[in-house]
């Protein structure tokens, strides 16, 4: 079965979110068990445009500096904006240079959307946002499945800084000696209460979460997707 082609990109790859599909994710599993599907599927559908909306309102205020809330949800948007706020004043360390961009990975096809670029001393990092609930905890969690997720947009940004050439033999040289990613920061910002979860990743782990796990799950979708063909 061909796949629809999304707007965004002109083609028929999978994105990040797609591919990740295809792995366990327990906790979701669990979130299943205990709840009745009316329940999770209510739920789910408002997680999503909640999701979505914070995004949005998060990309205005990179790009503005206003803090904009245009949602059925204002409680939660809101909410999550002053816990975004909170971050931006206790790590002003970090500059947030642009927002959302989307791109194809010119080596293994693949789509993803990298919610933030930003440095750190000069040196280019990529961010991604999640929105979750704190519930009982003082911040929200960071899931194992962000780091994969994280991992393949940084391989998404490095491979479209490099030629062609350097692509087929390491995914971190750069032309001209353009910066490349090394770290990357992943922020769990909560949406029921003013808090936020930061998780930084070194270029180790981003390669480990990358070639261990991203691309393992890749060639599961692309194996399973070409049978149904």
Request: charged share 30%; net charge neutral.
């Amino acid at each position: 079965m061909a796949q629809k082609k999304h707007r965004a990109y002109e083609n028929d790859y999978p994105s990040v979110t797609t591919v990740l599909g295809v792995l366990r994710n327990i906790p979701l599993e669990w979130w299943f068990k205990s709840n009745t599907l009316e329940y999770i599927n209510r739920e789910s559908g408002k997680g999503r445009t909640i999701g979505t909306d914070i995004h949005k309102s998060l990309e205005n205020y990179i790009l503005t500096g206003q803090a904009t809330v245009d949602t059925q949800y204002p409680d939660e948007v809101t909410t999550a904006l002053h816990s975004f706020i909170k971050f931006r004043k206790e790590r002003m360390d970090i500059e947030l240079t642009w927002s959302e961009q989307a791109l194809t990975h010119p080596r293994y096809f693949y789509n993803g959307t990298i919610d933030c670029i930003g440095k750190i001393d000069g040196n280019i990092i990529v961010l991604d946002w999640k929105s979750s609930k704190c519930s009982d905890k003082d911040k929200p969690d960071i899931y194992d499945s962000y780091k994969t997720q994280v991992a393949a947009y940084v391989s998404l940004y490095n491979y479209n800084q490099v030629t062609k050439e350097d692509a087929g033999t390491n995914w971190c040289m750069a032309e001209n000696n353009r910066k490349i990613v090394e770290k990357a920061i992943i922020v769990s910002i909560a949406k029921d209460k003013v808090a936020y979860n930061l998780y930084e990743m070194n270029l180790e782990e981003i390669k480990d979460c990358f070639n261990e796990v991203f691309l393992p799950a890749l060639r599961i979708y692309n194996y399973s997707h070409k049978k149904e063909k």
